[in-house]
Every structure is written in C-alpha cells, then in structure tokens.
C-alpha cells in the first residue's frame, strides 16, 4: 500500500482506479480534510473494480465519489472507470461554465450510464456521489454503495439506502442491519449504471458543521463493518486520515474471519463545511 500524503494541486481531480492506495491531503478549500483509501480484496487476483474521485471546484466546493463495478458482471474495473470519468468530466464542464452542482452530477450520472450500456457487454457499477458547497452536502446514488454523514457529535445526519432487497428491508424495519448482512439477496442490487432502468436517487440538503464527517464508501466497508463501527471509528478529534486507516483496517481484519465478506474497499472521506471565501 503506498501512501501519498501531499498530491499535487493543480489538477482539480484526483482520480484512483486499480490500485491499492491509501492518500491524504488538506484541502484548499476552507481547511477541511480529505482522506482516501482504496484495498484490493484480499481474495481478488486481479485488479481493484471500486474507482473513486475527489473533484475540487474552487469557485464552488467539491465533489467526491465512489463506484464499486460488478465482479459476477463482465469489465466490473471498466464500469466503475468510466462512471468516475462522467463525473469528473461534468464536474469540469461545470466549473468552466458555471453550471451548478447538482446539474452536474447528473449529467454525469447520464452520461456514465449511457457510455457503458454502449459497451454493449453486460459491464455493470454501482456509483455513490456527494456534492458540497456553501456548507451544504448534497447525496446522489445507484446501488449499493454508501453515503453517511455524521455529526461532530456521532449523530447520523444521513443514511442512503442500499439499492437491493436486504436494504429496502432494513430501511422498512423488517430487519436489522446485522441480518440484512447475512439475508440471502444481501448482494443482489436492484438498481446501477449500465441498465436502462437506471434511476438516480437524490437525497436532501444536509447543513455541515465543522467537524461533521461525510464518507462515501463502496461495500467492502458496509458489509464488514456497523454504521455504529463506521461512525465511532470517524467520529472525535483525531486527524481523519488516522482514523480511517484504522477503520479500514478493522475492515480488512474481519474480512479474514468466518463473519467477514472479502471484498474490494473503497473510501472517501471528508471533514469540514467548505465555504466560500
């Protein structure tokens, strides 16, 4: 794994696709920090499919994303690689015209979705996207990747819910977190990029604070650890990229044991509220 504390600035995107990373830096923008860690499962032999950007719109706020392409689906790493180009593509165009987060992102949901069906290979992604600015987080997804947003405090501002019948069942209270991770169709997913039913899920506005915490993550994290784990892990005043080197690596443990779900893992994590000037 190789860590890479001080990436350059002057690209606005930073972009990891098949590879084992664990990076961090300061963002410009407000001093908030930013944390990305990106593992090959442990029982894969091939490379990594989860893909995963940071885009930084100076004039706007950011963007940050995770996609987790189908291992029982052809080109899983190319899917995923090419949602995360939909979205750093959009996210230029839109820091170059004008447009506004939100058209953004969409427009590169759209636009990813679009690219791969024209593979014409049955590639499938899920793709997980928050946008930030003027204090405000906005989440967009399909599939089964996670969104969270935590208080300073540990309190669950936001939860997305998994595209796929075990998630459908927790988010209905027919059953709890735990089972859902043992159900039977826990890795079905009902809704991703490269069908023609793709639908985007756009949640609410959520107002930052400080030290709220939002992390966008591929399953690989969700299916090994709790959101009560995730939350304590990254909630507190320890420098993030600390603390989510050591969530991930809990992860990674349980992987290896009888509970655990081997899997590709994937996290982008930010802290702070991003505002202008």
Do not use: C
């Amino acid at each position: 794994m190789t860590r890479n504390p001080d990436l350059p600035s002057g690209d606005p995107s930073r972009i990891y696709q098949a590879t084992n990373l664990v990076a961090a830096y300061s963002s410009p923008l407000a001093g908030s920090e930013i944390a990305v860690i990106t593992r090959t499962s442990p029982i894969r032999t091939g490379d990594n499919e989860d893909a995963a950007a940071v885009v930084e719109l100076p004039e706007q706020g950011a963007i940050l994303a995770v996609a987790d392409g189908f291992g029982g689906a052809p080109a899983g790493e190319r899917a995923a690689a090419i949602a995360i180009a939909g979205i750093t593509a959009a996210a230029e165009e839109a820091r170059q015209d004008g447009r506004s987060l939100r058209a953004a992102v969409l427009d590169g949901f759209e636009t990813a979705n679009r690219n791969i069906l024209e593979l014409g290979i049955g590639a499938a992604t899920t793709l997980a996207v928050v946008g930030i600015e003027e204090g405000i987080a906005r989440p967009f997804h399909s599939g089964d990747s996670a969104i969270l947003i935590f208080g300073g405090r540990g309190k669950i501002k936001f939860q997305s819910v998994s595209h796929s019948p075990a998630g459908y069942a927790v988010a209905s209270g027919w059953v709890d977190e735990s089972d859902a991770r043992e159900h039977d169709e826990a890795q079905v997913v009902s809704n991703y990029l490269g069908s023609p039913e793709m639908r985007i899920e756009v949640g609410p506005e959520i107002a930052l604070a400080q030290r709220d915490v939002v992390l966008v993550a591929s399953d690989g994290l969700t299916d090994n650890l709790s959101v009560d784990e995730i939350r304590d892990g990254l909630t507190g005043s320890r420098r993030l990229t600390d603390a989510l080197d050591e969530l991930t690596d809990r992860a990674r443990a349980r992987m290896d044991t009888s509970d655990g779900k081997p899997d590709d893992l994937t996290v982008v994590a930010f802290r702070g509220v991003l505002t202008k000037g």
